[in-house]
């Protein structure tokens, strides 16, 4: 499946009508380097969800990275120096990123873009397919800015991490898996990520349904999230069949429910 198709969504027999299930979106916002991933890994952890194929899981996790728009040979080279602003709603591909939302939230299968940090652009033919789940993770630094995309929540997180702790994580996890020099980092970060943090993101918290103090490290808030997602995960009968081949694809998932 290539990079922004779709499938049409597998539909179920209730009571004698057809259904289509359709996920609980939970999305999870935060300043960068706050926690957002490891917020998500642990809670997909805790639901024991990581040790199950991609087809078969019950909750995934999407992040709004792997929606950043295509640079220009210019914007490129302005992004190498740390020139370019990757924390500005303009950064996204936001159209994509709606569509992708909503058909996800429509039960379909979807292929979404894979994102290279250091090279600042999209893999190309490689993408992440994304089968109908129970509860899909969506998580970024502005998922709470676009109204469109407010509106599809089921439920916002926001993570709240100091700024300071999140400028030290990012030093050290763009040197180490970004490819990037201390000074690029920090001039990008001074001129581009802070600001636009205090002008986009930070104002979205009060859209939240819970923040989350300390990211990862609250134990307690991830143990009352992976409870809630429990109660909407949907039983799986083991005498329903759990796969169906589609004509033209691989083994997709039947959903029963
Ligand atoms: N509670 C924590 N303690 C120490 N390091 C952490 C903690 N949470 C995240 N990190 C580290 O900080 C960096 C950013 O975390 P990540 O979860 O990727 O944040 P985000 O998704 O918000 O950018 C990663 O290198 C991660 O390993
Ligand atoms: O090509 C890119 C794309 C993004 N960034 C920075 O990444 C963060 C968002 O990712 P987090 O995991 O939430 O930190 C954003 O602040 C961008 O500045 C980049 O530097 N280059």
Same mark, same amino acid.
């Not at 969800?49 to 194929?53: A, G, R, T």
């Not at 502005?142 to 676009?146: A, I, K, N, P, R």
């Given at each position: 499946m290539a990079t922004g198709q779709t499938k049409s969504a597998t539909t179920i027999r209730v009571n004698g009508f057809d259904h289509v299930p359709r996920p609980f979106l939970i999305g999870v916002g935060g300043g960068t380097a706050s926690g957002k991933s490891s917020v998500c890994k642990k809670i997909m952890e805790q639901l024991g969800? +990581?040790? !199950?194929?991609d087809c078969k899981r019950q909750v995934i996790i999407v992040s709004? &990275?792997? $929606?950043y728009r295509e640079l220009n040979k210019v914007e490129r080279e302005k992004a190498f120096r740390?020139?370019? +602003?990757? &924390?500005? *709603?303009? #950064? $996204?591909d936001d159209k994509l990123m709606y569509k992708t939302m909503q058909d996800i939230k429509d039960g379909k299968y979807v292929n979404i873009p894979a994102y290279d940090y250091k090279n600042h652009q999209r893999i190309q033919d490689k993408g992440q397919t994304v089968y109908p789940a129970d509860v899909v993770l969506f998580e970024g630094i =502005?998922?709470?800015?676009?109204k469109e995309l407010l509106e599809m929540f089921n439920m916002k997180l926001f993570v709240d991490t100091d700024s300071d702790t999140r400028l030290s994580r990012r030093v050290l996890r763009d040197m180490k898996e %970004? &490819? %990037?020099?201390l000074e690029v980092i920090l001039h990008q970060y001074t001129t581009y990520v802070k600001p636009a943090f205090e002008d986009f993101? =930070? *104002?979205?918290?009060?859209? #939240?349904?819970v923040i989350i103090p300390r990211g990862a490290d609250n134990t307690v808030a991830i143990d009352l999230i992976v409870q809630h997602i429990q109660e909407l995960l949907r039983p799986r009968p083991?005498? !329903? *069949? %759990?796969r169906v081949r589609h004509q033209s694809d691989s083994i997709i998932q039947a959903r029963p429910h």
């Open positions: 969800q +990581n040790d !199950i194929d709004q &990275d792997c $929606f740390g020139e370019f +602003n990757f &924390d500005h *709603p303009d #950064a $996204f =502005l998922v709470f800015y676009y %970004r &490819d %990037r020099d993101c =930070l *104002p979205t918290k009060k859209f #939240a349904d083991e005498s !329903i *069949p %759990r």
